[in-house]
């Protein structure tokens, strides 16, 4: 099955990155990728874009030459409270919201603590999908997050970036908590976490972990365009109506 939907890319607005949204228009056009999002990171990373760029990204239209873009963020989970670097009545004008753990604004410290974070995220309503959770920098109780996540209707990334060039030795936390996300009747998303717009909508090692522990494809949010948007709606995401074009 090949998976067109990727939720997770960043462009040169974090400058740690290397393509602009023209760029991975371009990457998604010709791979026919139907719908991606632009989630560059929360203004707490140092290399971060202004808040006024999510604020202003209204600007950039839904739908260019036939592909799907939605406007998000990689926000930055910042203590043990769960709370991130956006918030508010600004979250709304968002079309998908990211949050993950990262060094500089939430150093590594303990299980307990990490654990603590992602379910006072979770919980928070205020995050769509949790990124890179097998990061084995931040180890976490994986059963108690995929318990919390399918609760409340949030998706763990499974990360095709930390199996190649970020964050390695991810591969068995990976595969537990696809496991567990599958017992806990949750959801699991792919992303290719792109930092340049060629990797957009790779999935290559992500789709081994799925493979792996047989996880059921209609609990895969990469599956389909109506998929992602029937999953944002349903968090309570508005104006998604304007993608229905994608939907076949």
Do not use: Q
């Not at 717009?197 to 790779?202: H, Q």
């Not at 990469?222 to 709606?233: G, K, Q």
Request: proline content about 4%.
């Amino acid at each position: 099955m090949k998976f067109l939907v990727d939720i997770h890319a960043h462009t040169i607005a974090s400058t740690h990155a290397y393509s602009t949204f023209h760029d991975y228009l371009g990457v998604a056009k010709a791979k026919g990728i139907k719908l991606f999002a632009i989630t560059d990171h929360g203004p707490d990373m140092a290399d971060a874009p202004h808040f006024w760029h999510f604020v202003n990204m209204r600007v950039l239209p839904r739908i260019v030459d036939g592909v799907g873009v939605l406007r998000g963020i990689e926000a930055n989970i910042k203590n043990e409270h769960g709370e991130i670097d956006f918030f508010g009545d600004y979250l709304k004008e968002l079309d998908i919201v990211l949050a993950g753990f990262h060094e500089p604004v939430f150093p590594p410290s303990t299980k307990e603590a990490h654990t603590t974070a992602l379910i006072n995220c979770i919980e928070s309503g205020n995050v769509d999908i949790i990124t890179h959770p097998g990061n084995p920098a931040y180890p976490i109780d994986i059963k108690r997050v995929a318990a919390a996540a399918a609760k409340h209707n949030v998706a763990l990334e499974i990360n095709n970036s930390s199996f190649l060039t970020s964050r390695k030795g991810s591969t068995c936390n990976c595969i537990e908590i696809a496991n567990a996300v599958k017992a806990a009747g949750g959801l699991l998303v792919m992303g290719s976490d792109s930092h340049v717009a060629f990797s957009l909508g790779e999935f290559e090692k992500a789709i081994e972990v799925i493979e792996t522990v047989e996880f059921p494809i209609e609990r895969l949010l990469n599956r389909s365009p109506e998929a992602l948007l029937s999953f944002l709606t349903a968090r309570g995401h508005k104006s998604l109506d304007e993608y229905s074009a994608l939907i076949e």
